[in-house]
């Protein structure tokens, strides 16, 4: 009898027990944090994900296959326009070169001599004329014979002939000068195209080739960019395609810096979206950027499409969602409970009700803690 007695206390203190942790784990009030529905002004924003690009990538590379004689630069250098950056070997061209200027200087001056020559017929020409010229009179007044008339002719024929024959190679030399000048200027540029120069004020990013490496046209002996124009590249929604416009302010957040931000402005959009992502590109240029900035770091941007002023609006980690319902939890007689809503537009930070909230209602805080105190009661 005494067991029995006993029995019955025990299981009756176990049932007190577990009524009570019932109780306090299913209707006892709980205390939950709540503050009421405010009215905002949203800045509309359109995310998107990329990398920090140049606009301007060049590599730098021979015209014609050779060796590289000395480097200018390096990898992580910044240089000037027109500053030099490779000297290929150019000893081929240089010898060239001067068998060019020599055979130039020869022409010049055999075309002296020419000029000479000419002078000399010219002058001879003019003394066998006026010798004709004298004997062609006495002829007609029987002052010579036949035969000295004929020698005088022919010395005037002969010498005629010869100033001829001067000027036709005065004609020739011309020609070899213009030759020779034209292998000279073609020499000089290609011993101009050994020294390879920056075409823009650049960063050199890359180094490919090292000194004495035999390098063919094409071939990338160094990459540079051009540091003016380093702008955020980030993939975008389709759907936002309506609403972003060249000249749009927007914020840019570098993986490496998440707590700051860095102001731009969108360049340009892509004309062609990606067939299996569906997103399309925007270029944004940054006001300024990290002192430690690299090509090809990560990046988000958000780009300000608009602003929707005066709406009610609660943060966004008070939106919850199941399934195809969208919900916040909000304090209705003291207890807690699921309100469903029509969100609008949604920023970094805050979310626009359309309908399902209203001023006079308070949102509970944290939503997450307190899903499964659905009808609770809020302790006071």
Not at 50 to 57: D, S
Not at 155 to 170: C, D, G, P
Not at 189 to 213: C, H, M, W, Y
Request: aromatic content about 6%; hydrophobic content about 40%; overall charge neutral.
């Amino acid at each position: 009898m005494r067991n029995r007695f006993r029995s019955i206390i025990k299981w009756g203190v176990l049932a007190v027990l577990v009524a009570g942790g019932v109780y306090m784990w299913k209707f006892s009030p709980v205390e939950a944090e709540s503050r009421p529905v405010k009215k905002a002004a949203l800045q509309i924003t359109v995310f998107g994900t990329g990398t920090l690009e140049a606009k301007t990538r060049v590599s730098i590379s021979p015209y014609e296959t050779g060796q590289i004689l000395r480097l200018h630069a390096d990898q992580g250098d910044g240089v000037a326009a027109g500053s030099l950056l490779v000297e290929m070997n150019a000893e081929d061209i240089s010898q060239q070169l001067s068998v060019a200027e020599a055979d130039l200087a020869i022409s010049r001056a055999a075309l002296q001599r020419c000029d000479a020559e000419i002078e000399a017929e010219r002058a001879t020409v003019e003394y066998t004329r006026v010798t004709f010229d004298r004997m062609e009179k006495l002829l007609q007044l029987s002052s010579v014979s036949q035969t000295d008339f004929d020698k005088s002719r022919q010395a005037y024929q002969v010498a005629m002939a010869n100033l001829n024959q001067a000027e036709k190679r005065r004609l020739e030399v011309e020609a070899e000068l213009v030759r020779h000048e034209a292998q000279i200027k073609y020499y000089r540029s290609k011993l101009a195209e050994t020294q390879l120069k920056a075409p823009f004020d650049a960063l050199v990013i890359r180094r490919n080739r090292e000194q004495g490496s035999i390098v063919n046209p094409g071939v990338s002996i160094m990459d540079i960019v051009d540091t003016s124009q380093i702008w955020a590249s980030v993939w975008v929604d389709e759907t936002a395609i309506d609403s972003i416009r060249p000249g749009m302010k927007a914020d840019i957040v570098f993986r490496a810096l998440p707590q700051q931000k860095f102001a731009g402005t969108v360049c340009r959009t892509s004309r062609e979206t990606d067939r299996e992502t569906r997103e399309y590109r925007v270029d944004i240029a940054a006001d300024a950027l990290p002192e430690n900035w690299v090509l090809g770091q990560r990046l988000e941007a958000f780009l300000h499409a608009g602003r929707v002023e005066d709406c009610v609006a609660v943060p966004n980690h008070l939106i919850c969602r199941e399934q195809n319902r969208t919900f916040v939890l909000v304090e209705e007689g003291g207890r807690i409970a699921e309100r469903e809503v029509k969100i609008g537009v949604q920023t970094r930070e805050q979310t626009q009700i359309l309908s399902g909230l209203g001023l006079s209602d308070r949102v509970i805080m944290h939503p997450l803690k307190h899903r499964e105190h659905v009808n609770r009661r809020i302790a006071q």
